[in-house]
């Protein structure tokens, strides 16, 4: 594949925020099995969370020849070494004999322009009754100098979500999350307006707000938040369409 560099940096920044990880995985964890792709995989963080909820073979993909090292250098003295396979590729261009039950998009699907495009070309590599699980920053009207500068695309709501469903698949789940967190995005958006936040206010943010968010997500029927969970479904039928730019990979 062509060169590709990631031009964010705030990945190390935001894995000490462990707080928010823990959030967003117990959430994530009930929908994990089997084979897994993790789409976007960064330096490897979320892997090293995940990757004992399932017992099955984990693909990382990150199209970042330095972050795929990254991810390598902790793998192969892991003792997930066996099930863990590195690629640095895009997903487009896998082979189709390559299938998935999870496929996730963790922080990822905001920084693909074609998202529509990459939706389709995962939800012909997911086993039937498999599941897409999307997290992601929501609402467009938070988008702010640091999108911007990580390079977002977007921020999503439940609308943009269902408008760029695959064929084959249904929103089973939807909530949004860190409603505390919404309120700090504004403050950003419209008075801050930093596009690199310090280590400090990453801490501030995952040690007091996220706290608070646990407890009144639940309470306020997960209605708003600064990110959004979606879980997106497979037919059981394994009817999709397939888009035509991958119609060269069927063979």
């Known amino acids: 594949m062509d060169s590709f560099k990631y031009k964010g940096n ?9 707080n928010w990880k823990s959030y967003w995985m117990n959430a994530v964890a009930p ?15 979320n892997t090293k969370r995940l990757i004992d909820l399932t017992e099955g073979e984990w693909v990382c993909l990150e199209p970042d020849l330095e972050l795929c090292k990254e991810i390598s250098k902790w793998g192969s003295k892991s003792a997930h070494c066996g099930r863990l396979k590195v690629l640095n590729s895009l997903l487009s261009d896998l082979p189709l004999s390559m299938d998935f039950d999870t496929i996730l998009y963790i922080d990822v699907l905001e920084h693909i322009e074609q998202d529509d495009e990459e939706l389709r070309s995962a939800i012909v590599r997911l086993r ?10 929501a609402h467009n ?14 921020r999503y709501d439940r609308k943009m979500i269902e408008e760029i469903l695959p064929t084959g698949v249904v929103l089973s789940e939807f909530r949004y999350l860190d409603s505390i967190g919404f309120f700090a995005s504004l403050v950003n958006k419209f008075f ?14 995952d040690r007091y707000m996220v706290r608070a968010s646990v ?20 037919n059981k039928d394994n009817t999709v369409e397939l888009h035509p730019k991958l119609t060269h990979l069927a063979g």
């Open 10 to 18: 705030e990945l190390i920044v935001f894995s000490r925020a462990v």
């Open 31 to 45: 929908h994990l099995k089997g084979c897994v792709l993790e789409v976007g995989a960064g330096i490897g963080e």
């Open 128 to 137: 039937p009754n498999g599941k897409i699980i999307v997290l992601s920053p």
């Open 141 to 154: 009207f938070l988008y702010s100098a640091f999108d911007n500068k990580i390079g977002h695309f977007r």
């Open 192 to 205: 801050l307006r930093t596009s690199d936040p310090s280590p400090e206010q990453v801490l501030f943010w």
């Open 215 to 234: 407890m009144i997500d639940k309470r306020i029927g997960y209605k708003f938040g600064k990110s959004l969970l979606g879980v997106l479904v497979k």
